[in-house]
Structure formats: structure tokens, C-alpha cells
């Protein structure tokens, strides 16, 4: 069944059986699900009188939140397909975007109306058509200073009153194989690609996670990535499949020390990267029991959980089920889970398992001619296949060739990651392939050392990055806990060192360690490497 109408059937049944209860609590304001539905069909609508196709894009300029979900659902239910638009992303990346998906109409809000003007002043090749603006009457927009600029690179701009008056909700025929949204993700090239999910892949994977933890309409559930990155999806799909209240994360303080929110809101679900763990120990927030009271199911993707990490929430909260998912975008959110309990034993040089294949996904380690590598600890590629894979990208067929194989009678995508298959049948992540590098003639997984050094009691994160210009260097960026602040960096450098020497082989001990108050963080939460290199590449000049 296509996603829209699981969304759709679960919006209009608890608008009609539970009216007044809570869809999205932003804190200081909050939609009903009567008031999601009536929104949902006002913007599906309007959409409609513009002679929306099947498959045709609309982008969503919006922070997580009201007016992000009301595209969302909107956007699907008329038929087409959304492209998240980061409202943090530069003007010129978010115009490459719209010109690359061929979006004509922009679903946004008052507040972004600023960076409209910026993403239109990027170029003059846009062929825009609509905006919309979800939160604010025609006469704000009308007089607000953005309008003439707006206005001349949109034929139309509508507010709230346009909204209202389109009542006239036609039959969706989207079918499962059509696309649900579009994801751009970051190019080797620079030039990001976007990865098409259609109907079925997310369907397949919201199914299975709707079960797997038990949602319903008592939970309470974190919106804690942007739009832009896919992890949010199993938030706001989750939620409103299953009547929910979604609980999305606005403040800049909230993202990077949520341990507040996640009481204050009384989440029963939390989702995020694994960094966050980091950030609440060692800024003293993860202490025993602070989340227990509601907190059922704390779920972790995005990044390799480390065993310290783990063993952190699970000395903290031990009634709280701990959930690592592993998922590259082309594969819809996550393919495999595993579930950490309580007896859990991990070795300090591994990360957590990312475990099983989800429903009805296939996971295989193949060697680089495509022998499978299942068995016998054989470290391979990481290959997907099944309902959960992305059609490819969008107006990329030579490189959704290359990495989309078909493999009669099957299809996989080649994920770029190295794995292998442990002696439980769990599956392990080595790392990405292209984070490989040669030293002394070993061939090195960066995650290795990264394992190494994390696995010291005062080190919070840490970034291992390698420089093959000459002189070759290989080096260590990390975070302490403050406990270290009456020891010098020297000594605190040497110390690491030598637990690296007990762990791993001498030619895979860092060169140097350098100490970064935070590692830098992307848009997503996940450690900012490129900014880690720049930074590194002037001071060692």
C-alpha cells in the first residue's frame, strides 16, 4: 500500500475518534489531529488546482515542526513528491537542489522567507512557479520587505486565506511504486545527488518499525533530525501511523543537550545520532535514571554505536531497550537493527553489531567479484537488497548504475561500507571502504583506531583523520570529559597513546592527538570531518 494512504487513513481516523488529541507539541504551541487533517486537505488541495503530476516535486523550505509536516502530508496526498530544503544549507546549494529536482512550487513559512530571497538571488534559471507560504495571511506577505523580490521569480504566492478556501480534495491515484520524496545527499563530487524513495520503500520500512516497538497513540516521540536527513521520516511517519504526538526539537540547545527536552515532553521514544550520547555524558546530563520515568525505546542510527556508548545509556537506564539501526538514505532510513540488552558484551575494539536485516530486506558480503563472503568472519561489501532499496537518483543514471547492480533475478545496492557476518549471524560494520588507507603497507579502517581510543575512560569523541601528503600523517582529534582539566594536553596525549599501543598495532597508533573543545557537526548531528580536516590542514602548515 502506498505510504500516503497509510498516513492519510491514520490522520482522518484519529481526527474523527480522537479530534482533540495532540499531533505535534512544539512546546509553546501545538496542532490537533482534527487541525492536522483540515491542513493536510486545505495544502493537498490547493496543490491540486495547480495541475499537480504524479511524481512532481515540491520542495518544503521548513524547520522541523507544524508547518514541515502539514508539506509533508500535504505534498503526499495530492499526489506528488516532496523534497526536504534545509533552511540552514547556503542559497547556492539549496538553489542547485530546486534546479536539479526541477521544483516549480515551494511549500515554506514567514520565518524562512529571508533565505527565499537568498536561494533566489543565487541564480536566474529557476523556473519557479508557486509559493506557498503555510503560516501567514496574504496582506503579512503582501507587505512584508521580501515580497517585490519574491514576487518576481514566483507567478503566484499564497497564504493562509487561499488555503482555506480550497475545499475540493480530488482521488489520489498514486500507486506504491511512485515516488514519496526525494533526499539530497552529499556527492563525492561536491555537487549533491538526490535519492528517490518511493511509496513501497518507506512503507516496508514503517510497517516493521511500527511493530517492532510498539507504537501507538500513547507515545510520545522525538523530531530530533531535520527534514533533510531520513531518519526524520521514521519520526513523522511513525507518529502519525500510529496516532502519536510528535515532539519536534526547535531550540539550538535542544539538539546538542536534549536531556531536558526529552523530560520536560515526557518522550516515551527517542531517535537520534549516537553523538548525542557523548554530549549528555560529558556534559553531566546522562545521569542514572534521568530518563526512566517514560522513556521505552532509546533508538540510535546515522553513526557507529561504540560499546562505550552503549554501556553509558545501559549503566544509566537499564529499563530503557536500546536499538542500533545501520542504513545508508538509498536504503530507506534502516536495513538492519539490534537490539542491546542488559547482558550485553561488547569488545572495546569493536563497534556495536548493526545485527539483522529488517522484514523483508536481504543483507550480503560480497567480495569485490561478487562471491558471497557470509560466512567464516570474511570481511566484504556491504550489499542490500530487497523492498527497502531506492530506484537510484534522481537524473543519475550512470551513477545509479554503477551502484544500483543487477544480479539476476536480483537487484542490490553496493553500499560502500565493509561488514562482515559474526559468529552469531549478527552482522558487524568495519567501515566505509573509501575511509581505507595504507600504512607501512596495511591496508587501515580509520574506525579501527577511532575504537581504540574511545575506548579510554576521559576520551568523549573522537574524529581519526588521514593525511597522505608528505610528510604522511595520521591524526587524532578528540574531546575530553572536564574531569581532565587538571592535567596537561602532553600528558593526557601520552597516556592515550599508550592505551592505543596495548589495543592496536603499533603502524595504526596516531601520529599525533589534538584537543577540540566540541568536534564540529554537520546539519545532521553526525562529526563534521571535512571541517576537521580544513581546520587541521592551516594549523599544520
Not at 523550505?61 to 534545509?86: D, M, T
Not at 536566474?124 to 503579512?140: G, R, T
Not at 568495519?430 to 575511509?435: E, F, L
Amino acid at each position: 500500500m502506498p505510504i500516503f494512504s497509510l498516513l492519510h487513513q491514520s490522520v482522518e481516523h484519529h481526527s474523527k475518534v480522537t479530534p482533540d488529541h495532540i499531533a505535534i507539541d512544539e512546546g509553546n504551541r501545538s496542532i490537533s489531529y482534527l487541525d492536522l487533517a483540515t491542513a493536510m486537505q486545505a495544502t493537498a488541495s490547493y496543490l491540486q488546482t495547480l495541475e499537480v503530476k504524479k511524481n512532481e516535486r515540491i520542495g518544503l523550505l521548513n524547520s522541523n515542526g507544524i508547518e514541515a509536516c502539514i508539506g509533508i502530508l500535504g505534498s503526499l496526498r495530492a499526489g506528488s513528491c516532496y523534497v526536504p530544503l534545509n533552511t540552514t544549507f547556503p542559497g547556492k546549494r539549496l538553489a542547485a537542489i530546486i534546479k536539479d529536482a526541477e521544483i516549480k512550487t515551494i511549500i515554506s513559512s514567514k520565518q524562512h522567507l529571508a533565505k527565499l530571497v537568498e536561494l533566489t538571488q543565487e541564480t536566474s534559471d529557476l523556473k519557479l512557479n508557486s509559493l506557498i507560504i503555510l503560516d501567514a495571511s496574504e496582506e503579512e506577505i503582501q507587505f512584508h520587505n521580501s515580497f517585490d523580490t519574491l514576487s518576481s521569480c514566483f507567478r503566484k504566492i499564497v497564504g493562509q486565506e487561499t488555503l482555506k478556501k480550497s475545499i475540493s480534495l480530488k482521488p489520489c491515484s498514486t500507486a506504491e511504486d511512485d515516488l514519496a520524496y526525494i533526499m539530497y545527499t552529499s556527492g563525492t563530487t561536491g555537487t549533491p545527488k538526490g535519492v528517490m524513495i518511493s511509496h513501497k520503500n518507506v512503507t516496508s520500512f514503517l510497517t516493521w518499525a511500527v511493530e517492532y516497538f510498539s507504537l501507538t497513540s500513547q507515545d510520545r516521540m522525538s523530531n530530533h533530525s531535520d527534514i533533510s536527513f531520513d531518519l526524520s521520516v521514521f519520526d513523522i511517519f511513525g507518529a502519525f501511523y500510529s496516532g502519536a504526538t510528535l515532539c519536534p526539537i526547535s531550540q539550538p540547545g535542544d539538539f546538542a543537550f536534549p536531556a531536558n527536552f526529552i523530560k520536560v515532553r515526557k518522550l516515551t521514544i527517542w531517535f537520534s545520532v549516537p553523538s548525542v550520547i557523548g554530549t549528555l555524558w560529558k556534559s553531566g546530563q546522562l545521569t542514572e535514571g534521568a530518563f526512566s520515568k517514560y522513556l521505552r525505546w532509546a533508538i540510535f542510527c546515522g553513526e557507529a554505536l561504540s560499546p562505550k556508548y552503549a554501556d553509558l545509556w545501559i549503566t544509566t537506564h537499564p529499563k530503557t531497550s536500546i536499538c542500533n539501526l545501520y542504513g545508508p538514505t538509498e536504503a530507506t532510513i534502516a536495513c538492519t537493527y539490534h537490539n542491546v540488552d542488559i547482558d550485553s558484551k561488547f569488545d572495546p575494539g569493536e563497534d556495536v553489531p548493526i545485527g539483522l536485516p529488517i522484514g523483508d530486506t536481504e543483507i550480503n558480503i560480497l567480495s569485490d567479484d561478487l562471491e558471497n563472503l557470509n560466512s567464516n568472519k570474511q570481511i566484504g561489501k556491504l550489499t542490500i537488497s530487497g523492498p527497502q532499496v531506492s530506484q537510484g537518483y534522481w537524473g543519475r543514471k550512470e551513477l545509479t548504475d554503477k551502484v544500483f547492480i543487477s544480479n539476476e533475478p536480483s537487484r542490490f545496492y553496493d553500499s560502500g561500507d565493509l561488514a562482515y557476518i559474526d559468529e552469531n549471524s549478527f552482522i558487524r560494520f568495519v567501515g566505509r571502504k573509501d575511509t581505507q588507507i595504507k600504512i607501512r603497507g596495511y591496508r587501515v579502517e580509520l574506525g579501527d583506531i577511532e575504537n581504540a581510543i574511545i575506548s579510554h575512560s576521559i576520551v568523549n569523541e573522537v574524529a581519526v583523520l588521514f593525511f597522505d601528503e608528505p610528510p604522511s600523517l595520521l591524526i587524532a582529534t578528540v574531546t575530553l570529559q572536564s574531569q581532565t582539566k587538571d592535567r596537561s594536553n602532553d600528558a593526557i596525549e601520552e597516556d592515550i597513546l599508550e592505551h592505543c599501543e596495548r589495543l592496536i598495532p603499533s603502524y595504526m597508533v596516531p601520529n599525533r592527538i589534538i584537543f577540540f573543545p566540541e568536534l564540529p557537526k554537520n546539519v545532521n548531528g553526525k562529526i563534521d570531518r571535512n571541517a576537521i580536516r580544513e581546520t587541521l590542514r592551516k594549523n599544520l602548515k
